[in-house]
């Protein structure tokens, strides 16, 4: 076997169980949280729910959450592996359409129309990408007044002080 076949990031037949224990292993996030992250985007942002994009998907355990509030979702990440799991795992979801998209996070602009979406979220991938190239080209994807949540393990900052002093 080559390393490739070996490597559980290029394996796309899916396993459930696998998946379940990967994602039991990774950071949870709670109601509480996206609601702070949404509340954020209703009175800072331009406060519409129409699309979200969740850059790095990985299974798509952000996907599925943010697919509860928007009414479409764009799931992108560089690992079709990934997104092959992203789709079994979301593929029960209703009232939400959810589009899958192979490419990296930081070259998104080149593939995602201009203005397509009214909030971008990032959760845990950013230290993978040119992060000065990926927040200028979600600069192009983002409509007017759209929000950008990137986190990593532990509680969102936010960038107005006002907003801030709340949480």
Request: net charge negative; hydrophobic share 40%; proline share 4%.
């Amino acid at each position: 076997m080559t390393s490739k076949e070996t490597n559980f990031f290029n394996a796309s037949d899916y396993d459930p169980s696998y998946w379940e224990t990967y994602l039991a292993a990774r950071p949870k996030y709670s109601k509480e949280f996206y609601e702070q992250i949404y509340t954020y985007h209703a009175d800072c942002g331009n406060g519409a729910f129409g699309t979200v994009h969740d850059v790095g998907t990985g299974p798509g355990q952000v996907a599925q959450v943010v697919a509860e509030r928007f009414k479409h979702v764009v799931a992108s990440d560089l690992n079709q592996a990934h997104l092959d799991v992203a789709k079994q795992r979301t593929a029960g979801l209703s009232g939400t359409d959810i589009k899958f998209v192979h490419h990296s996070g930081d070259a998104l602009a080149e593939v995602i129309p201009a203005g397509e979406a009214d909030m971008i979220v990032a959760g845990e991938s950013m230290a993978l990408m040119d992060a000065a190239k990926a927040v200028e080209g979600y600069a192009k994807i983002l409509r007017p007044g759209g929000t950008v949540a990137i986190w990593y393990y532990g509680r969102p900052n936010f960038a107005e002080e006002a907003f801030a002093s709340k949480w």
